[in-house]
């Protein structure tokens, strides 16, 4: 038992006849670490990018509602009676009529 504790703590296993299976496993394990940590990564990168996205989006939905807000106010009757006002026309008095064709 020490002796095979031994070897695999100072890396003989490595270097044995017949030890080139024992480093297909070995590289095989550090391939599959590094696409574990690339994958990593990308995740990580990925969820700040829909973090960004979503800030992003509540910006555009409040600059949205604030041009609605100020597009209703402009619509509003009173202000455009003041706009027309300022322009010297008024409105009318007497209401329209219908007019019918046979």
């Known amino acids: 038992m020490k ?9 003989n296993f490595l270097i044995e006849e017949g030890s080139f299976t024992k480093w297909k496993y070995i ?4 391939s599959m670490c590094l696409i574990m940590i690339y994958s990593s990564h990308s ?7 829909i973090g960004e996205l ?5 910006i555009l939905q409040s600059n949205f509602i604030e ?3 100020e597009v209703m106010k402009l619509k509003m009757e009173s202000n455009v009676m003041t706009v027309m ?4 026309i008024k409105s009318s008095t007497t209401p329209p009529k219908k ?4």
């Open 27 to 30: 590289v095989f394990l550090f």
């Open 99 to 102: 007019i019918i064709i046979d």
């Open 85 to 88: 006002a300022n322009r010297g």
């Open 3 to 11: 002796n095979k504790l031994k070897k695999i703590i100072l890396g």
């Open 67 to 69: 041009s609605r807000k």
């Open 54 to 58: 979503k800030n992003e989006t509540s």
């Open 43 to 49: 995740i990580d990168s990925k969820i700040i990018r």
